[in-house]
């Protein structure tokens, strides 16, 4: 009898062992690696001694089937036995696209709170190693050369402003690490590149633009006038809108580019024809909602048609004060910020993990106002690499060609908790994403949508095969 309780205490000791590494015990309480608010909920130890972890699990028919009975501990537990799997997150925690990084940020956490809920990603804890670039390029390169050479991470993610991702992709191409970006720039897609670049969870502003411009053009009027950011974001909406709206018979009659670090704008808009039909805007960094604002005090009750991208009001309350000329206007939204009427369960789950409420603000302080058009590519992108990893069974650094073209191969991604956004398709070949555009207005100072493309309306003829490129 000795014998056979001996032969049940050791993986009993295994598991305990496994839980200590994780848990931590002090005086006034117990401390959980970093993780989100989520998953402090999800891990609540209601043990506090050796003896108590066995007493709960010696229940019924033995040690071990109690061992087997608590599924979700046992993955944890394994998992916390392995080396962590390394994501460097590449986050704008400063610069100009701050306000954006904070939520990427909150995002990133909770989605890899979830992953390690479920097990890890072949059976190995996620591990973010994160590192703030200033939304600048130079220190974009910067911070991948850290993870592969100092922090060892498996793969890079998380980059949204299309400058950084353009000055740090040659980096990544050179030291061979995935980098996954959430950036919506169409330099992935271009070809411009290399084929350790990919943007498999967010659609990109070419795509997104071809599928709104007959929206726009029927709807609202065919004399556009475009005020965009200077640099490649803005010009990718400037080439690729201009283009768009031609086709359906109208036309760009100006083209009035700002600096991403202006503070001011009255001055620009002198520059807008008369005969303006629509004004079509997007603007970007620390100073949007003066941007908004001086817009309506320039127009007054006599504006033209307005038709914006949610880049020139993410993190901004659209009751704040001055924003009132918005209503009526139209916003497109690459995932509306107010929860809908068809509000789908996995809208409702994200919201949940990542801690927005039905209003787009988080649950904790109304006032702090979500990127919720954009965040939930970080969401998406994460389990895209969770999934590709399992596919090639992924173990280290020599796995990553591997890995890179086992999400190539991916092709159809329903609309599911792990892609709560919506369906997407992607193309292995041109590492680029596609998926539903979402056009809002604003009524009774809410986002309301009003349409909602088909993913084919974002179809455009590819312009590289990274497949063909070797590692």
């Not at 904070?102 to 709170?113: F, Q």
């Not at 190995?124 to 600048?136: A, F, K, Q, S």
């Not at 006038?225 to 109208?250: C, L, N, V």
């Amino acid at each position: 009898m000795l014998a056979v309780q001996r032969m049940r205490q050791k993986p009993l000791d295994k598991l305990f062992a496994c839980i200590q590494t994780h848990f931590t015990a002090k005086a006034t309480g117990w401390q959980i690696r970093r993780g989100t608010e989520m998953a402090k909920k999800l891990i609540k130890p209601t043990f506090d001694t050796r003896r108590g972890v066995l007493q709960k699990m010696a229940v019924g028919a033995g040690a071990l089937a109690g061992a087997s009975a608590m599924p979700g501990l046992m993955r944890y537990a394994q998992a916390q036995s392995s080396e962590p799997i390394k994501i460097g997150f590449q986050c704008h925690r400063t610069g100009i696209g701050a306000a954006y990084g904070r939520w990427y940020e909150r995002t990133s956490d909770a989605a890899v709170a979830r992953i390690n809920d479920m097990g890890g990603i072949n059976g190995r804890p996620v591990e973010l190693v994160i590192e703030d670039d200033g939304t600048d390029p130079k220190r974009g390169a910067e911070v991948l050369e850290k993870f592969a050479k100092q922090s060892n991470c498996d793969v890079a993610f998380g980059t949204l402003f299309s400058h950084v991702v353009i000055g740090s992709a040659p980096t990544a191409g050179e030291l061979k690490l995935p980098y996954f970006v959430v950036s919506e720039g169409h330099h992935v897609a271009s070809g411009m590149l290399n084929r350790y670049t990919l943007q498999p969870g967010i659609t990109d502003v070419r795509s997104q633009v071809i599928a709104m411009a007959p929206f726009v053009a029927d709807n609202l009027g065919k004399k556009v006038t475009m005020i965009f950011p200077d640099f490649a974001f803005g010009h990718d909406h400037r080439d690729y809108f201009s283009a768009a709206i031609k086709e359906q018979g109208g036309e760009v009659i100006e083209m009035i580019a700002i600096p991403p670090t202006e503070t001011s704008f009255t001055k620009y808009f002198p520059k807008i024809p008369r005969e303006t039909e629509v004004i079509y805007h997007v603007m970007v960094g620390p100073a949007v909602l003066t941007f908004v604002k001086e817009m309506g005090e320039f127009f007054g009750s006599s504006k033209p048609e307005i038709f914006g991208f949610i880049d020139s009001l993410e993190a901004v309350d659209i009751n704040s004060p001055g924003l009132e000329f918005l209503e009526g206007t139209y916003f497109w939204e690459g995932n509306p910020r107010y929860a809908q009427a068809d509000q789908t369960s996995f809208d409702k789950n994200y919201r949940e993990a990542v801690g927005v409420n039905d209003q787009g603000s988080s649950i904790t302080d109304p006032t702090d106002i979500s990127t919720y058009a954009h965040m939930f590519g970080c969401w998406e992108t994460l389990n895209i690499i969770k999934k590709g990893m399992e596919t090639c069974d992924y173990k280290g650094p020599d796995d990553r060609p591997a890995l890179i073209e086992a999400v190539e191969a991916m092709t159809d991604m329903p609309a599911s908790d792990d892609h709560p956004q919506g369906t997407k398709e992607f193309n292995g070949k041109t590492h680029q994403a596609f998926g539903h555009q979402y056009i809002s207005q604003v009524k009774d100072k809410k986002l309301n949508v009003v349409h909602t493309t088909p993913i084919e309306a974002g179809y455009y003829p590819d312009e590289v095969d990274y497949t063909k490129q070797p590692f």
